[in-house]
Nanobody, 124 residues
């Protein structure tokens, strides 16, 4: 059974940093694009960042450009989201996702596997 397990969420003050990790199990995703999405209270799930199978192509939401960095380590079958200069509006549940293709996608229907999410709370 394929599972994506997120970790690294927590409570941080505005301006602080967190690093989220995504650990797939049940299969390797070294040939698959991966993404991060988030859902804030009362809002729809929104795209945050995505990375292609090799790590050579990345995409970011405008709201996080220059602050967040997505990366992957295919040898470890891990994906990361480094979040710097966090703002209260970044508060959300963050989800790791994987798709059955190597190229990135920026919408939820483009992904086939989802984690349970990890809470990120940024205090002002």
């Amino acid at each position: 059974q394929v599972q994506l397990v997120e970790s690294g969420g927590g409570l941080v003050q505005a301006g602080g940093s967190l690093r989220l990790s995504c650990a797939p199990s049940g299969r390797t995703f070294s040939s698959n694009a991966m993404g991060w999405f988030r859902r804030a209270p009362g809002k729809e799930r929104e795209f945050v960042a995505a990375i292609n199978w090799s790590g050579g192509s990345t995409r970011y939401a405008d709201s996080v450009k220059g602050r967040f960095t997505i990366s992957r380590d295919n040898a470890k079958n891990m994906v990361y989201l480094q979040m710097n200069s966090l703002k209260p509006e970044d508060t959300a549940v963050y989800y790791c996702a994987a798709r059955n293709y190597g190229a990135v996608a920026t919408t939820p229907p483009g992904y086939n596997y989802w984690g349970q999410g990890t809470q990120v709370t940024v205090s002002s």
